[in-house]
């Protein structure tokens, strides 16, 4: 069974400008406006998709370039920004200069590649001041400027950029105070509003733009008061990519919400274009994102707005169009959204009135069944949940078969909260995985559940009339990324005897592949904090000769710090004492040392009495909350 993964539908990457000089622009220049076409080059204040706002020349003359001497000068600039400042006069000071260098001529550099990344580093710098004046102009006399810098590959970064600023709008200047810095505030605010303001009288533009709509969903996070937390590039290429990105709450003026309703009023106007096109359906749901967490009533009208008009379009005779919906990709990401953010009350009536008796196929589907997966998550709550449970059920070994397993995950997940069918879906996964009857072969369903293989493949075993023979040795231990959700899971259930069963009949090198890998680690942890003080020692008793190898690994000393934080004074005592022997080999390891110090090993080892006593202090305070807790 392949692990599936639902790749989220997001606009094209930003790419740098590519220059187009000599004769050779200037040809491919005459010969695409002879068709009709506009060369995004040709253009002095880049192309005009940004729609009505936009104030090309309509001629065929060059585009204005920053100058070599400028841009030398801004290289230095950028050198000088890598390196930081001795304190914030300086910062101050080197931030105002530079933006008098790009004041008149703010367009020309935030549109070319180098000048657009030093502005876009001056402006987190620079006073929420600062800012607005660098939006002012950037905006011309009418804001109607807006729109080539914002639809412009390097300018939508930087307008962006200065979009975001506002979080800071109600921070203190140093050489600001009273009167003067809310004047300077209410600057900010204002050039924000206008930046709206262009946004929304433009709004099909910018949403389906691959640059502009990049700064509408900024704007809509902005106008919510949350911004993206910023992420050094580095950390970010390592950041699991399944992840959501970590917003920051700010406040905001109130003008700013009721920007975010006229944005919100002026989307659904054009609900059409937002629902069927991937860019602009990306903003859709960014603003979803921002008004369920931010302005949860305004999250409601727009969620039953939308319904509204995706089950109000026509299709074949008895077919509801959320049917078709799912099965589209991009509507199965928007349907995904909507489930995530709805309340009982429309759950309930997409399920009776659309999804009803359509659940199997759509669970089979390799589109439809992730908006399913939602489903199931945002019912859980609900007894709803047990409709759609024994619905999928009926199918449930054809889901598996058809490789959409992270159906089955959520199903299991779901299920800890629902003691009743608990026991059923066990059961069920038992055959599924082939390891039901007889009785025996239960105690293997760990290592099954955790690759996600049945019970033949895995042991290499093949059926003879009737009787399984063995023709080869179990394939290598191995955990996959929804096996390990599955066991997370399955370790939650109150009945979990079977899955406990089978983690004490591994081997010892398999408990330690278990123990040290990536996505095991994470359910080895829950299975062990879970257990009860005995199954833990039990576990534990096994697990003493590979203590060291688990504080020299990266997972197995994350487990392994977990462990100690669950285990009895009496557990932790023979952790210690197993550990200690290898004293130098633990400190000298990059893993290993933070274990030797974080169990007060040192003190183990000089003052016992000390150590006994800071544990049974710990003890005592961890007993505390978790009554406190229950």
């Known amino acids: 069974m392949s692990l599936l993964r639902h790749q989220a539908a997001s606009p094209s990457a930003y790419t740098c400008e590519q220059k187009h000089t000599g004769l050779r622009s200037k040809v491919m220049h005459e010969k695409m406006e002879a068709k009709g076409q506009r060369l995004l080059k040709g253009k002095p204040k ?15 003359s060059k585009k204005q370039r920053l100058d070599g001497g400028t841009v030398s000068y801004f290289r230095r600039v950028s050198d000088r920004l890598k390196e930081g400042f001795a304190d914030e006069e300086d910062r101050g000071v080197f931030v105002e200069n530079v933006l008098s260098e790009v004041k008149g001529k703010a367009a020309l550099v935030a549109m070319d590649m180098t000048g657009s990344l030093v502005l876009e580093g001056l402006l987190a710098l620079a006073s ?8 002012e102009e950037l905006g011309g006399e009418t804001g109607s400027e807006f729109t080539a810098v914002a639809c412009n590959q390097c300018g939508g970064h930087v307008m962006e950029s200065a979009v975001r600023q506002a979080h800071r709008w109600t921070e203190e200047t140093p050489d600001v105070t009273g009167a003067r810095e809310e004047e300077h505030c209410g600057m900010l605010e204002a050039q924000v509003q206008r930046v709206s303001g262009v946004v929304r009288e433009n709004m099909v533009a910018f949403a389906q733009d691959p640059y502009g709509s990049h700064l509408l969903r900024t ?45 919100a009023d002026h989307l659904m106007e054009n609900i059409n274009v937002f629902v069927s096109n991937l860019t602009a359906c990306a903003a859709l749901q960014t603003l979803l994102a921002v008004c369920h967490r931010k302005r949860p009533k305004l999250c409601k009208k727009l969620n039953k707005s939308i319904m509204g008009y995706l089950t109000s379009l026509s299709s074949a005779p008895g077919v509801s169009p959320l049917l078709v919906f799912m099965k589209d990709q991009s509507g199965s990401h928007l349907l995904q959204k909507i489930f995530q953010f709805s309340q009982k009350a429309l759950l309930r009536d997409v399920y009776r009135n659309h999804l009803r008796s359509h659940l199997m196929p759509l669970a089979l589907h390799p589109i439809a069944n992730f908006p399913i997966q939602s489903l199931i998550a945002a019912a859980t709550p609900h007894k709803l949940f047990l409709k759609i449970f024994d619905e999928l059920m009926e199918g449930f070994e054809a889901i598996l ?3 959409n397993i992270a159906v089955v995950v959520q199903m299991v997940e779901s299920c800890v909260q629902w003691e009743e069918r608990q026991g059923e879906l066990l059961q069920r996964l038992l055959q599924a995985f082939h390891c039901s009857e007889p009785a025996s072969l239960q105690v293997s369903c760990l290592p099954l559940f955790l690759s996600f293989l049945t019970y033949e493949v895995y042991f290499n075993t093949e059926t003879a009339e009737g009787d399984s023979v063995t023709q080869a040795s179990p394939q290598a231990f191995s955990v996959c990324y929804h096996g390990s959700r599955l066991v997370q899971a399955l370790a939650g259930f109150k009945e979990r005897s079977v899955l406990m069963n089978s983690l004490h009949d591994l081997c010892a090198r398999d408990l330690l592949t278990f123990a040290t890998d990536p996505f095991g680690s994470h359910a080895f942890q829950v299975m062990v904090t879970l257990a009860s ?25 994350r487990l392994l710090e977990a462990v100690w934080n669950s285990a009895t004074i009496s557990q932790r005592r023979r952790i210690a004492d197993k550990l200690v022997p290898s004293e130098s080999p633990l400190r000298s390891d990059r893993f290993a040392r933070h274990v030797w110090a974080k169990f007060g090993l040192t003190a183990f080892l000089k003052r016992q009495g000390d150590w006994m006593e800071a544990q049974t202090g710990e003890s005592k305070k961890r007993k505390m909350f978790r009554d406190i807790l229950e």
């Open 533 to 557: 003080d005995k199954g833990r020692g039990k576990i534990l008793k096994k697990m003493e000769d590979m203590y060291v190898d688990l504080a020299c690994s990266m997972y197995g000393s």
């Open 219 to 263: 704007l809509m996070h902005v106008l919510g008061g949350c911004v993206t937390r910023d992420t050094p590039g580095t950390q970010k290429a390592k950041k699991d990519k399944r992840c959501e990105p970590e917003l920051v709450d700010f406040e905001i003026p109130t003008s700013f919400w009721w920007e975010l309703k006229h944005l």
């Open 401 to 403: 078969a058809a490789g």
């Open 128 to 135: 929420p001041a600062q800012v607005a004046e660098v939006l």
């Open 46 to 60: 880049g192309h005009k998709r940004g729609g009505p706002g936009n104030s090309g020349d309509g001629g065929g």
